[in-house]
């Protein structure tokens, strides 16, 4: 989508169609979980960020967030911390959220920042795609139900849990996702942690669990929670809390989550998983 324009936000136009573009992309049926436009407005005027993908004066898509800090080893650092990102469904697939993001890097970096974290859902195979495998982010904290029983057509039915993900704005790794081409096919043979079966509704099951050993390991995800959900929600809440004792796990070894591909099966059947590498 090459005629999308990617800016600042900075009217109160913009905030409003912001405001509505939430509700409509995650089919929020309580306002109360929107960022409304009056706080929006309010941080863009105070040093936050609202990035807009634009197309003939219509919001496609946005990237907000503010001013953050963390303590790290007993140092007090300021970062970026990115809340919400949302592209709707027509501009899916095209690269927006990825355009959205790597302005919203160039614009951090203005402001003198090298570090922005944000969260997302683990089983969400395209935005783990987007975050770990094309930004380059990486992921070692894992947060249980982080924003407790949300509503919202995407997240109703199971656990808000979330990672946290760190984007190193200025390291090697994030300037070369940048541009390259990366290979998957290697990571396919490193050692898988679960062993999946198909239902009979044709939906993955983990049925074992082999230990956490080795520098690399993959933890495989369904390719498309929404689907696992809709036809079989107690399998859903299976994958959820499975995947979290299994993360949390690895996240307390020293493991981390720094890549992320799908693939398919012999069955030609899709495949998500994340690549666990363990950190020194």
């Known amino acids: 989508m090459s005629d999308v324009e990617i800016r600042l936000c900075k009217t109160w136009d913009d905030c409003l169609q912001c405001e509505e573009l939430q509700k409509r992309v995650w089919d929020m049926p309580d306002y109360h979980e929107v960022v409304p436009a009056n706080l929006l407005i309010t941080a863009i005027k105070n ?11 219509q919001m496609l898509g946005f990237a ?56 997302f859902d683990p089983l969400q195979a395209g935005n783990a795609h987007l975050n770990l495998a094309r930004l380059g982010a990486i992921a070692r904290r894992y947060f249980r139900n982080a924003y407790g029983e949300m509503t919202d057509a995407l997240n109703a039915g199971i656990a808000s849990d979330r990672f946290e993900v760190e984007w190193f704005l200025t390291s090697p790794r994030v300037a070369a996702r940048a ?10 043979h490193l050692p898988r942690v679960y062993t999946i079966e ?18 690399t390991l993959l933890v495989e995800i369904p390719a498309n929670l929404y689907t696992v959900k809709r036809r079989n929600l107690p399998l859903a809440i299976e994958w959820r809390e499975k995947t979290r004792a299994s993360l949390e796990r690895a996240f307390e070894m020293g493991y981390a989550a720094t890549d992320f591909f799908n693939a398919t099966d012999a069955q030609g059947r899709a495949q998500s998983f994340y690549v666990l590498e363990l950190m020194h």
């Not at 198909?198 to 099951?205: G, V």
């Open 47 to 57: 040093g936050g960020l609202l990035v807009g993908a634009f197309a003939n004066a």
């Open 198 to 215: 198909w239902t009979a509704d044709a939906l993955p099951r983990i049925v074992s669990e082999r230990p956490l050993e080795g520098e």
């Open 179 to 188: 541009t390259e081409t990366r290979q998957t096919e290697e990571m396919k």
């Open 64 to 119: 907000f967030g503010f001013l953050g800090s963390e303590t790290v080893n007993g140092t007090r650092r300021l970062k970026h911390t990115s809340h919400m990102l949302a592209v709707v469904r027509e501009a899916q697939g095209h690269g927006v959220g990825a355009r959205l993001k790597w302005f919203q890097r160039d614009e951090a970096l203005k402001q003198g920042l090298d570090l922005m974290t944000w969260t």
